[in-house]
C-alpha cells in the first residue's frame, strides 16, 4: 500500500481543515489507518486511527474532541477533519497504514507511511 497525504495549509487559530490520504493498492480496505505529526524539533506522535471497516477509532488526547478521522474504502481515501486548530497543532501530519489496528490505535506498528503535509496554525 503506497499512502500519499494532502490538504494541508495555512489556518488560523480556531479554524478548520480537512486532511486526505490517498492509498494505491487493493489492500486499502483490509489495513488500519491512521494519522501521525511530527512537529518541527519535536518527534512524531500519534494522532488519531480508525479500524479497516471504519467501526472502531481512537484519539490523542491533545486532539479528542476536535479532530475526527474517517475513511471510505470505495474510494481508498483515509481523512483528517481539523476543528478548533491551535497553533500547538503546527506540524507535518503523515498518515499511516497497519494491518493491526490494536497497536496502530497505540500508536505503535505502522507498516505503510505517506509522505507528509504541513498544517500551520497562526494565532
Known amino acids: 500500500v503506497q499512502l500519499q497525504a494532502f490538504g494541508g495549509g495555512l489556518v488560523q487559530a480556531g479554524g478548520s481543515l480537512r486532511l486526505s490520504c490517498e492509498a494505491s493498492?487493493?489492500?486499502?480496505?483490509?489495513?488500519?489507518m491512521g494519522w501521525f505529526r511530527q512537529a518541527s524539533g519535536k518527534s512524531r506522535e500519534f494522532v488519531a486511527a480508525?479500524?479497516?471497516?471504519?467501526?472502531?477509532?481512537n484519539y490523542a488526547d491533545s486532539v479528542k474532541g476536535r479532530f475526527t478521522i474517517s475513511r471510505d474504502n470505495a474510494k481508498n481515501m483515509a481523512y483528517l477533519q481539523m476543528s478548533s486548530l491551535k497553533p500547538e497543532d503546527t506540524a507535518v501530519y503523515y498518515c499511516?497504514?497497519?494491518?493491526?489496528?490494536?497497536?496502530?490505535?497505540?500508536?505503535?506498528?505502522?507498516?505503510?507511511w505517506g509522505k507528509g503535509t504541513q498544517v500551520t496554525v497562526s494565532s
Open positions: 499511516a497504514g497497519s494491518p493491526t489496528y490494536v497497536t496502530l490505535s497505540k500508536g505503535y506498528g505502522v507498516v505503510y
Open positions: 493498492g487493493r489492500a486499502f480496505s483490509e489495513n488500519a
Open positions: 480508525i479500524i479497516s471497516g471504519g467501526g472502531s477509532t
